[in-house]
Nanobody, 122 residues
Framework: QVQLVESGGGLVPAGGSLRLSCAAS????????MGWFRQAPGKEREFITA????????YYSDSEKGRFTISRDNAKNTVYLQMSSLKPEDTAVYYC???????????????WGQGTQVIVSS
């Protein structure tokens, strides 16, 4: 089993940047594809970006491509989400997830963190 803990969320003004971290324990992240998702109040959890096991293949959602960047440091067992040019509509709880296969589909991920809140003020 993989335990995931997100951190780095908070309140940021529109146009600002934030870096989220997702630290894993229990198992190495090396064998897993890693994804970032978010869920705003009253909305479905949506895909943002995902990385293959070695970081060479990356998926992005069309709306966040260019503003959000995923990276991973398998030696530190940590995955990051760098967010820039933040907008109020980016306000949501952000989740990282681990799965056997690189996918945009949340049901393909087996392990999830508890989430970290990001609030972007206008």
């Amino acid at each position: 089993q993989v335990q995931l803990v997100e951190s780095g969320g908070g309140l940021v003004p529109a146009g600002g940047s934030l870096r989220l971290s997702c630290a894993a324990s229990g198992r190495s992240l090396g064998p897993y594809a890693m994804g970032w998702f978010r869920q705003a109040p009253g909305k479905e959890r949506e895909f943002i970006t995902a990385s293959s096991r070695d970081g060479k293949d990356i998926y992005y959602s069309d709306s966040e491509k260019g503003r959000f960047t995923i990276s991973r440091d398998n030696a530190k067992n940590t995955v990051y989400l760098q967010m820039s040019s933040l907008k109020p509509e980016d306000t949501a709880v952000y989740y990282c997830a681990a799965g056997a296969y690189l996918s945009r589909v949340k049901n393909r991920y087996e392990w999830w963190g508890q989430g970290t809140q990001v609030i972007v003020s206008s």
